[in-house]
Each structure stands twice: as structure tokens, then as C-alpha cells.
């Protein structure tokens, strides 16, 4: 069993940068490709970005490419996502996602691929 945990969600202003963790615990963290989600009020939980199990691939959803970034460190169990000049729009609880079976250098961005979620954290960007 994997256990998630992220943190740092808070409210910022439009144009702000914050940047999320999420350390993981249960299972050796260099086999668990991650992912990050993000869920705003009444819509469906999307993609967001996701990182090989070595950190070698990455993939984003188009809505973020070029302003939010996700890293790994696999000596500290803990994938991040930098997220740089936020918008309104970016505002959501975000989620913390591990996929237990994939391949070393592959990313998904399906739902149905992750195996564990963590609690989220809120994100809130003010206009």
C-alpha cells in the first residue's frame, strides 16, 4: 500500500508562483510513476502533469505546458510541482497520484492508471 501526502496549497495572487509537494511512504518510491491531478468545484478531476519512475519522462496537460513543471526526488520520496504565472482558472484542489505498474521511462495521463491518491491540497488564485 502507498500512502500520499501533499502540501503547500494556499492562496495567491494571479502571476504568483507556489510550488507542491507530495512525499510518498509504502513502497520504494523509485518504482511509483507519479502524477499530479487537480479537481475545481463541479468539474471532473483532470490531468495535470505526471514523471516517470526515474524522472527522465514527463508529460503535461496543454492547459499547463510551459508555466507548471514536476520534479522528483527519489532520495526524498517526493515529486513536486512548480507552478509558475497562476491563473484563476488554476484554482482547484490538486491531488498526488502514484501508478504502481508502469514501465521505468513511461507516463500516463489517465485516471484509471493510478493506483493511489493523496487527500489534496487547495489551491485558490485571486484575479
Known amino acids: 500500500q502507498v500512502w500520499l501526502v501533499e502540501s503547500g496549497g494556499g492562496l495567491v495572487q494571479a502571476g504568483d508562483s507556489l510550488r507542491l509537494s507530495c512525499a510518498a511512504s509504502g513502497r520504494t518510491f523509485s518504482t511509483l510513476t507519479m502524477g499530479w491531478f487537480r479537481q475545481a468545484p463541479g468539474k471532473e478531476r483532470e490531468f495535470v502533469a505526471a514523471?516517470?519512475?526515474?524522472?527522465?519522462?514527463?508529460n503535461y496537460a496543454d492547459s499547463v505546458k510551459g508555466r507548471f513543471t514536476i520534479s522528483r526526488d527519489n532520495g526524498k520520496n517526493t515529486v513536486y510541482l512548480q507552478m509558475n504565472s497562476l491563473k484563476p482558472e488554476d484554482t482547484a484542489v490538486y491531488y498526488c497520484a502514484a501508478a504502481l505498474s508502469l514501465g521505468y521511462s513511461s507516463t500516463t495521463n489517465r485516471r484509471f492508471d493510478y493506483d493511489a491518491w493523496g487527500q489534496g491540497t487547495q489551491v485558490t488564485v485571486s484575479s
Open positions: 514523471i516517470s519512475r526515474g524522472g527522465g519522462s514527463t
